[in-house]
């Protein structure tokens, strides 16, 4: 199993993983920054935390990444793609509700990287903050939510999301201990350094 077929099959079973672009941006930051301690909320069948690892390493450090799934199919698919790609010393998966999970952990991390439930975007930007230090990097994925969190219009059943996406926009933006900035790739990336 290689890189490309975890996307594929991840791709052709409709499992949302980060898109290209999104990556290419990340890319950027990980080569720059070069984080030894990486938190990943919402693993999926872990292809942004195996491109992530591959990253780093490739950029010559040596990197630890937790990183939390909901779904234990999609968990063990995950242990099962990162043993493929002979990462599993560098990513630890943790199975369980990341709202539950988060509070529980005391590590401190280099860059935390959201791409759960929407819903819960706010919560994770708290927890993220708390295991900060000056100058970690908060991204989150997904933030303008296919442009609903930019415009007027909202679908009763995204409603909840957009709701909770514009409150994180509005806590990352206004945070005295953030500086944020808000990309329109992919789906949307807030990219947020804690001062």
Same mark, same amino acid.
């Not at 999104?22 to 080569?31: C, G, Q």
């Not at 799934?69 to 990513?91: P, V």
């Not at 000056?134 to 997904?142: H, P, R, S």
């Given at each position: 199993?290689? &890189? !490309?077929?975890?996307?594929?099959? =991840?791709? /052709?079973?409709?499992?949302? *993983?980060?898109?290209? #672009?999104?990556?290419?941006? %990340?890319?950027?930051?990980?080569?720059?920054?070069?984080?030894?301690?990486?938190?990943?909320?919402?693993?999926?069948?872990?292809?942004?935390?195996?491109?992530?690892?591959k990253i780093?390493?490739?950029?010559?450090?040596?990197?630890?990444?937790?990183? &939390? !799934?909901?779904?234990?199919?999609? =968990?063990? /698919?995950?242990?099962?793609? *990162?043993?493929?790609? #002979?990462?599993?010393?560098? %990513?630890?998966?943790?199975?369980?509700?990341?709202?539950?999970?988060?509070?529980?952990?005391?590590?401190?991390?280099?860059?935390?990287?959201?791409?759960?439930?929407?819903?819960?975007?706010?919560?994770?930007?708290?927890?993220?903050?708390?295991?900060?230090? !000056?100058?970690?990097?908060?991204? =989150?994925?997904?933030?303008?939510?296919?442009?609903?969190?930019?415009?007027?219009?909202?679908?009763?059943?995204?409603?909840?999301?957009?709701?909770?996406?514009?409150?994180?926009?509005?806590?990352?933006?206004?945070?005295?201990?953030?500086?944020?900035?808000?990309?329109?790739?992919?789906?949307?990336?807030?990219?947020?350094?804690v001062k």
């Open positions: 199993m290689n &890189i !490309e077929e975890i996307k594929s099959k =991840a791709l /052709e079973n409709h499992i949302p *993983i980060i898109m290209d #672009d999104t990556l290419h941006v %990340i890319e950027k930051i990980l080569i720059k920054e070069k984080p030894v301690k990486v938190l990943e909320i919402g693993t999926a069948t872990g292809y942004s935390a195996i491109c992530f690892a780093i390493l490739d950029n010559g450090t040596q990197v630890k990444i937790d990183t &939390i !799934e909901l779904d234990e199919q999609r =968990a063990s /698919e995950a242990i099962t793609n *990162i043993k493929g790609m #002979d990462l599993q010393e560098n %990513i630890n998966v943790m199975i369980g509700n990341a709202v539950e999970i988060l509070p529980t952990l005391n590590n401190e991390y280099d860059i935390v990287f959201i791409d759960a439930a929407k819903g819960k975007y706010p919560i994770f930007l708290h927890e993220a903050i708390r295991m900060s230090h !000056e100058g970690t990097i908060i991204l =989150a994925d997904n933030i303008l939510y296919k442009g609903y969190v930019m415009s007027d219009y909202n679908k009763h059943k995204q409603r909840t999301a957009v709701t909770h996406l514009r409150e994180y926009i509005k806590e990352a933006t206004e945070d005295d201990r953030l500086e944020t900035e808000i990309l329109e790739v992919g789906d949307g990336l807030a990219i947020s350094r």
